[in-house]
């Protein structure tokens, strides 16, 4: 959980105000969305991080309507695509419309062009249209025609999947999943949230309506690129990487993983940790930081061994192993 900074007051674009302003984020959000502080906090994270999200939960358990309230909660254009089988890479990125006033071929923009883009049920789309975002995701650009087009600053795919077992999804591929800074699963409510969620709607809450239900604009593009060049200036000790790169070669070395961490992993999990370091108030990372994002910074960079699947042992039960045997350093 992240601790509110109330002690940083300042204009607009300064650090102590920027993390103020993502702080109250969390509070914004809670407005729509019950008990899923975890989720907000991954999120505020990969902005800073530059990075991308995939949020992996069963039906109807709001991970839609939380990347609709994180998109009111900013200033930031924002567009939505609904994952289908029948959906083309060109609805994704764009494409060359004939212009017969002008004779000529003219680009027109995809949704893609947006500052914060919910992918819905990305994993409901045949993987020719899933990978149609993979140079977007990791170049911010696409390219139509043979012409590079850059994308909007800040630029974040916030991706809502059901998971595999259920009928007509696609596995996202290796590469893909590379792609995602994070990975949050969004679990089913407590029985107290869910009394409240309950008695938001029987009181008239409208998750179409985010507007009636308060929402509100609290962080912009100043305050984001205030944060990242705060991020950017916390210390990480040489200790501290090498406690990333031992947690990343111990799950090369993992009996129950055929496939570990790549060096892209690790420098995911130096760069989460840094941030979320960062928001909690400091400015070096402590293991503990490492240790807080060392779970959705790792989950879907591995890759299970059949005979473990087996048995029930999951990806999150061997890096919680791995987290515990490695040494840390004081």
């Known amino acids: 959980m992240m601790d509110p900074t109330t002690d940083n007051a300042g204009p607009a674009g300064n650090p102590g105000a920027a993390r103020a302003s993502l702080e109250s984020l969390r509070a914004e959000i809670a407005k729509a969305v019950v008990g899923q502080d975890p989720a907000v906090t991954g999120l505020v994270v990969a902005l800073l991080c530059r990075g991308h999200v995939l ?12 990347v609709r309230a994180l998109a009111s909660a900013l200033e930031l254009d924002t567009k939505r695509i609904q994952f ?27 949704p893609v062009f947006t500052n914060l883009l919910l992918a819905d ?20 650009q696409v390219t139509v025609d043979g012409t590079p087009r850059p994308l909007p600053d800040p630029f974040l795919v916030a991706a809502t999947q059901n998971p595999v077992e259920y009928e ?7 590469a893909q999943l590379d792609r995602f800074l994070l990975k949050l699963t969004i679990p089913l409510p407590s029985r107290q949230d869910e009394i409240d969620v309950l008695t938001r709607h ?16 609290v962080a912009n593009a100043a305050d984001l690129e205030a944060a990242r060049a ?54 070096y990372v402590i293991p503990d930081d490492v240790k807080a994002l060392a779970l959705p910074t790792l989950r879907h960079r591995v890759q299970l061994r059949p005979e473990a699947e087996m048995e029930g042992v999951t990806a999150d039960s061997v890096i919680n192993a791995i987290l515990a045997h490695v040494p840390v350093p004081r």
């Open 168 to 174: 007509g999804t696609y596995p996202l591929p290796e």
């Open 55 to 66: 949020l992996e939960g069963v039906p109807g358990v709001a991970k839609t309507l939380l």
């Open 84 to 110: 289908t089988p029948d959906l083309m890479p060109s609805d994704v990125t764009g494409s060359l419309v004939y212009d017969t006033r002008s004779a000529e071929f003219r680009f027109q923009p995809g």
């Open 230 to 283: 705060a991020v950017a200036k916390t210390t990480i000790s040489p200790e501290i990487t090498a406690y990333v790169v031992d947690i990343c070669r111990a799950t090369r070395e993992s009996p129950s993983l055929a496939l570990g961490v790549s060096p892209r992993g690790a420098t995911a999990l130096l760069t989460t940790s840094r941030a979320w370091a960062w928001l909690t108030g400091r400015d």
């Open 121 to 140: 049920e990305i994993n409901r789309t045949p993987p020719k249209t899933q990978s149609s975002l993979l140079e977007a995701m990791e170049e911010r």
């Open 202 to 217: 029987a009181e008239g809450f409208n998750p179409r309506d985010l507007h009636a239900a308060g929402l509100r604009p």
